[in-house]
C-alpha cells in the first residue's frame, strides 16, 4: 500500500498507482520498472487499471488496481491474489440520513453498543470497509452499501456478501491523524 | 413544483451550494466531494422525488439531465412536491 500526502489531484494518483505498481513488481517479480513503463487506464464502469510497455512483455490483465483518496492523501495498491478495492477516509459524524441508510439494522446495534467516543470511528470503518468491497466488485455505489453487512467476532472484522468469497480483509486505523485505511481482496469468479 | 426544479434543489440542498452553480449537464461525481456526499444525494433523490424512484436506478445514473428525465419518465410528469 502506498500512500502519497498532498491534494486531490490527478497527479497524485499516478504518483500512487505508479510507485504501487513498481514496488509490486520489484518485490514479487524482481523486476524494476520505471514511471514511463506504466500508464494507468480507466474502465468504463471507473475502475483503474494499468498497462506495461510492450517490450516487457508482461500481462497486466490479471493484476487489480485501487486507488481512493481524501482531501490530504491517496493511496493505491496493487495484487494478483484477486479483485482488490482499497478505500481511506477521515473519521467524521455522518449526517444522519446517510448513518440511517447505509448500516443494517445488526451495524446500527453493534455500534450503538459502543461507548460515544467510538462511535464515529466505527460507522467510519463500516463505511469504509463496505466501500472497499465495492470497489473489488467493480461496481461502487451501484450496489446499495447495505447489502454488504460488516460482522465482528469478537477479535475480527468479517464481511458478509452474497456475491463473492473475501480473500483478504485488512484494516488501519490512525488516531494520530484520524483516519481509517481499509483493503478488501475478493477471490475470482470461477 | 417541475421535476427540473425539485432535482436541483435537492441537489443544492444536499452539496449547499446555489442552484444557479448548477447545470444539468454536470456529472454528479464531479459535483459532490466525496462518495459519502454520493450517497447521500442518491438515497435523497429515491426519499424526495417519490415512491417510484429505485436506489438501484438512480445509483447508475450519470449527469443531472439523467436523474430529470429517469424521475419524468417513473412520475409520469407529475409535478406536485
Not at chain 2, 444539468?24 to 450517497?39: E, M, R
Not at chain 2, 447521500?40 to 436506478?57: A, N, P, Q, S, V
Request: hydrophobic residues 35%.
Amino acid at each position: 500500500m502506498v500512500i502519497v500526502v498532498g491534494p486531490r489531484t490527478r497527479e497524485n494518483s499516478e504518483l500512487a498507482a505508479k510507485t504501487a505498481i513498481k514496488r509490486y513488481f520489484l518485490k514479487n517479480k524482481k523486476k524494476k520498472l520505471d514511471f514511463k513503463d506504466i500508464k494507468i487506464k480507466k474502465e468504463l464502469k471507473g475502475r483503474p487499471i494499468f498497462s506495461l510497455r510492450k517490450h516487457l512483455k508482461i500481462d497486466t490483465s490479471r493484476f487489480s488496481l485501487s486507488i481512493s483518496h481524501t482531501d490530504r492523501y491517496t493511496i493505491a495498491d496493487v495484487t494478483s491474489r484477486g479483485r482488490l478495492g482499497v478505500d481511506i477516509e477521515m473519521i467524521k459524524k455522518f449526517p444522519a440520513i446517510v448513518y440511517k441508510s447505509f448500516l443494517t439494522n445488526n451495524e446500527r446495534k453493534w455500534i450503538e453498543a459502543r461507548s460515544r467516543s467510538k462511535r464515529y470511528l466505527y460507522t467510519t470503518l463500516f463505511w469504509s470497509l463496505k466501500e472497499a468491497c465495492l470497489k473489488a466488485l467493480g461496481e461502487g455505489l451501484r450496489i446499495h452499501p447495505s447489502k454488504i453487512e460488516v460482522k465482528n467476532s469478537g477479535r475480527h472484522f468479517y464481511l458478509s456478501n452474497q456475491t463473492s468469497e473475501v480473500a483478504q480483509l485488512w484494516y488501519n486505523i490512525n488516531y494520530r491523524h484520524d483516519y481509517v485505511i481499509t483493503k478488501v481482496v475478493l477471490k475470482e469468479e470461477r | 413544483m417541475p421535476i427540473e426544479k425539485r432535482v436541483l434543489r435537492i441537489v443544492s440542498d444536499t452539496l449547499k451550494v446555489p442552484e444557479t452553480r448548477i447545470n444539468t449537464d454536470d456529472k454528479l461525481v464531479s459535483l459532490v466531494s466525496d462518495s459519502i456526499q454520493l450517497f447521500e444525494l442518491l438515497i435523497r433523490f429515491e426519499k424526495e422525488l417519490g415512491e417510484t424512484i429505485r436506489y438501484e436506478d438512480v445509483a447508475h445514473i450519470e449527469k443531472v439531465s439523467d436523474i430529470v428525465e429517469y424521475a419524468t419518465l417513473r412520475l409520469g410528469g407529475a409535478s406536485t412536491s
